[in-house]
């Protein structure tokens, strides 16, 4: 029989992709150009040409056999040595090879992060507002997330709602800065109480509560921010990253998991990843895409535009009335809706061609967000849209 | 705390992954021309030129963000509509894209069949003898797996164990012909006859038993040999193919689950495979690996030179006096061993620089598999190695 349990969460619709399927068929009608979609967050800069240049040169040059051929199960090796290295030169954290196992982009490094370090009925807790796939990521492994209400004034932790939560039950915290949904970005102060108390319930409990940190983001920061790098506080971080968004390459599904090497047995840890992937089915990340990306490790794609649309989405929503915490990084904005519940206006933005997605699934109900990895031309033309969409509809706002 | 159960596993010792070893480490004494290296099944013919091209076209060509963007979860729909297409020409079954989902090659399809059918604790049952991982594999998933013994006359079916092994528990058999590591491929009597058994065994139970077929070697038969297409027989079939072996690329991790279109609720399991991908962190296979892949749907690697290996070792074999079922496919051979224990016989032909593989983990004691993906002068070359051990070890065999 059928396994009950995926065919029941095909009912379940997902509001993003509602909303981004509108788009398309409205698309249609007026145009694409003309539906302001802020729905999905799928990068829109281009990959950098290093990248593409080196695929073409690996086609070009390496034996078929090599190029194509099984990668070990813990990733190819000269590509863990590369990227042990470029994390040690950058964060000051002594990586080596040993600490590194490749992944199939930030899911693929997740699904491993929480088979390593929970057991089915231990507790995962995250943070609002937070990505709504920790959802299934987690529960389908048998652990239960369990997330801690938002502060809405910053976004940064609600430490007194983490502090309650936190039982002997939790096996790991899961972490996402710069975060998506709200763009902002754990500040140091953040990060150290947040390492603190870890420390302190770890001992209490006499178990590691391990820091799991989604670092899909890391290279997008905005000009200014503190963004501190999570792993240097607590040595019991497991690092998940994926080149996603730093090179534009979602789709080609590469990442990686990086223990800290002064983790208790960070070395055993990533051999457990190479047993945990005969498990699902992973085996490795694309063997060309690892041989690809290793070379440009310190490259990213020109991530300058997102900042650039930030602003000018910042600057008009707070013109305009909204209550928004400014982003410090990814491409994402999370501001309040003008009523209180976000679906129904969402619902009437539709009306201006204005693709919002209400957070109720972020865990922040009655706030909206806009992922803004659209042309800097379409975000202009958008802020009209939007003026209209508020002044007609809520002619009090912000007064 | 880590999970025990990951950590125990990196204790098991892989038989094939020790002699992989022995054999680099051997070749950098001697040169590893001269180690007849007979353990690991990489594909050694290079991948078609028309693969490379067309990356180095879509590289070339294609805007950044379209070619290295999200796939859909299900895989690119150009994509699935053009292996529906394909499948459709070549077996006479009626799939459509609506049939086919796209999965990180065969271990990533598998990991998704098994978990549309089963819940912890059901049986899935395969035949003796079989690929080891299939173990990691199933178990992970917390379902139980079941080896038949085997017929070691033909390697075809035991079908009078498989009946008294079928149970009500049972939820799907697993089968993969053309076979690793028998190199036997089932014949139409014996497909015929699992697909009557199993029909049977459904309605006696009141329950679907599925058959999931892992066909990575469909593509390397050898001239005049009856392989029939397994879903042709029966309906409930989960068609699990890679092209690692057929365009020799397993690195690059791409495969699909096709779902018998005749299968009760086939479009549902499809897209219950979406919903399982996001429990296994797997998202979607490469972009640029589906887009290219689905320009030579119909094209392979110059498989031919696996027959002639094939040729060589079986001729030799049985001028040895070696038990041995002549392959019908793939690029292993599965003799009797000269003693009863293949451990001691394998031991010894290291001596001959000859790494055979004992049979013990495939299910199928006393056996030993060779897997000839390797140039044919060297097996040429090996056959004297061979032939050397055997005269020296074994003097009476055959006699």
């Known amino acids: 029989m059928l396994v009950q349990k995926y065919k029941d969460m095909l009912s379940g619709k997902s509001v993003i992709r509602e909303l981004s399927e509108f788009a398309t068929a409205r698309g249609k009608e007026i145009g694409y150009e003309n539906v302001f979609d802020y729905s999905l967050g799928n990068p829109s800069v281009p990959v950098p040409k290093e990248f593409t240049d080196r695929m073409i040169q690996l086609l070009a040059t390496r034996p078929t056999n090599e190029l194509h051929g099984y990668s070990p199960s813990l990733g190819i090796t000269s590509v863990r040595e590369a990227i042990a290295e470029s994390l040690k030169n950058r964060f000051g954290i002594p990586y080596t090879k040993d600490h590194i196992f490749m992944a199939s982009g930030a899911a693929g490094a997740l699904a491993h992060a929480f088979r390593l370090v929970t057991e089915p009925g231990d507790e995962i807790l995250t943070f609002a507002p937070f990505f709504p796939e920790y959802h299934p990521y987690v529960d389908l492994t048998g652990a239960v997330l369990k997330v801690v209400p938002p502060n809405t004034e910053t976004f940064q932790i609600n430490f007194e709602a983490f502090e309650e939560m936190l039982t002997e039950k939790v096996m790991a915290v899961l972490v996402n800065t710069p975060n998506n949904p709200s763009g902002?970005?754990?500040?140091?102060?953040?990060?150290?109480?947040?390492?603190?108390?870890?420390?302190?319930?770890?001992?209490?409990?006499?178990?590691?509560?391990?820091?799991?940190?989604?670092?899909?983001?890391?290279?997008?920061?905005?000009?200014?921010?503190?963004?501190?790098?999570?792993?240097?506080?607590?040595?019991?971080?497991?690092?998940?990253?994926?080149?996603?968004?730093?090179?534009?390459?979602?789709?080609?599904?590469?990442?990686?998991?990086?223990?800290?090497?002064?983790?208790?047995?960070?070395?055993?840890?990533?051999?457990?990843?190479?047993?945990?992937?005969?498990?699902?089915?992973?085996?490795?990340?694309?063997?060309?895409?690892?041989?690809?990306?290793?070379?440009?490790?310190?490259?990213?794609?020109?991530?300058?535009?997102?900042?650039?649309?930030?602003?000018?989405?910042?600057?008009?929503?707070?013109?305009?009335?909204?209550?928004?915490?400014?982003?410090?990084?990814?491409?994402?904005?999370f501001p309040k809706a003008l009523e209180e519940d976000a679906k129904a206006f969402s619902k009437k933005a539709l009306k201006y061609d204005l693709i919002l997605v209400p957070a109720d699934t972020f865990g922040a109900p009655g706030f909206f967000r806009m992922a803004y990895c659209i042309e800097t031309e379409k975000v202009k033309r958008s802020l009209e849209a939007l003026e209209r969409f508020v002044k007609t509809e809520y002619p009090n706002a912000g007064k």
């Open 184 to 333: 902002v970005v754990y500040s140091t102060e953040t990060v150290k109480r947040l390492a603190d108390t870890l420390k302190r319930k770890s001992e209490e409990y006499g178990h590691i509560i391990y820091l799991i940190s989604d670092e899909p983001y890391r290279e997008i920061v905005f000009e200014g921010v503190d963004a501190p790098c999570v792993s240097k506080f607590y040595d019991n971080t497991i690092m998940c990253y994926s080149f996603s968004k730093s090179l534009s390459l979602p789709g080609e599904r590469i990442g990686y998991v990086a223990i800290n090497p002064a983790c208790a047995d960070a070395e055993t840890m990533v051999y457990m990843c190479g047993q945990i992937s005969r498990g699902i089915g992973h085996n490795c990340p694309p063997s060309i895409i690892q041989l690809a990306v290793s070379d440009v490790l310190d490259k990213t794609a020109d991530l300058s535009v997102y900042e650039t649309n930030m602003n000018l989405i910042y600057d008009k929503l707070v013109e305009l009335g909204f209550t928004v915490v400014k982003p410090g990084g990814t491409f994402y904005i």
